[in-house]
């Protein structure tokens, strides 16, 4: 079986490192790049950065800030946000990032994910979904950051972004988001069953148990966290040989 992963995400506004809860109430936490060479010498499996902010207002992503952080990282890095066009894709990787994660710019135009995977390979396309549960049972996705509810649902727009070439899903719970009381274990057990490519758990790590049932009940190959590492609630360390003694496979460093 494969080593399931954990990743910390940088949320990027200003230059900064941020965190919220559902979205919002948004605080700084921290200089990125120290951040990102501390998870990286904590043996975090991978490094996220999203530029919250970018589709928002209309610009691209920092790739300044992407190069520095890539240079006290030796892990695989991920960088998301402000990604319009095949350009902006390499301006990114030529910066130091291994993979790109579109979210909005995908659901506007689903042909960017066909080409992303087409120039750079599936491996380097990772389709974010910011989705929320309505009270009807269905899984509305988000554009922008939150802000914007479209008409696409979670698994339908999942299953073709698949489809369409993307490599992994990182879908993350608008109503778990930094509420650290567990991840949406049934909605991400339905779509791990329904896709054949790797889900990324995102929203809801309060507590050491949390990542177990992500792995477990709701059947991640991954789960990413943010503000329980930035305020070092748990180290990634201590959290890697829990999981390992509860026998889910984890890459120990």
């Known amino acids: 079986m494969l080593a399931k992963r954990i990743i910390p995400c940088l949320d990027i506004k200003n230059g900064q490192t941020v965190k919220g809860v559902n979205f919002l109430n948004i605080q700084n936490v921290g200089d990125p ?3 990102g060479a501390e998870y990286s010498r904590q043996g975090a499996d991978e490094l996220v950065f999203l ?12 790739s300044e800030l992407v190069t520095r952080i890539a240079r006290h990282i030796s892990i695989p890095f991920t960088v998301g946000g402000g990604i319009h066009e095949l ?12 993979k790109v994660s579109i979210n909005s710019a995908a659901i506007k135009n689903p042909d960017l994910i066909s080409e992303v995977a ?3 390979g599936s491996q380097v396309c990772t389709v974010a979904i910011d989705a929320k549960c309505g009270e009807d049972g269905v899984w509305t996705c988000y554009l922008n950051g939150g802000r914007v509810p479209t008409d696409r649902t979670l698994f339908e727009w999942a299953k073709e972004a698949q489809e369409r070439g993307a490599g992994e899903i990182l879908f993350t719970s608008m109503d778990h988001d930094g509420v650290k009381q567990g991840f949406a274990n049934e909605a991400l057990a339905r779509l791990s069953e329904s ?3 790797p889900v990324i758990a995102s929203g809801g790590a309060g507590k050491m148990e949390h990542f177990k049932d992500v792995f477990i009940a709701g059947k991640a190959d991954a789960a990413l966290a943010a503000s329980i590492f930035h305020f070092h609630e748990i180290a990634i360390p201590d959290l890697k040989n829990y999981l390992a003694k509860e026998n889910i496979p984890m890459r120990i460093v």
Do not use: P, Y
């Open 195 to 197: 896709l054949s490519i």
């Open 87 to 98: 350009k902006d894709v390499d301006t990114l990787l030529c910066a130091g990032a291994d």
């Open 51 to 62: 530029d919250i902010t970018a589709s928002h207002e209309g610009r691209k992503t920092f």
């Open 118 to 120: 087409k120039q750079f």
């Open 33 to 35: 790049v120290e951040l």
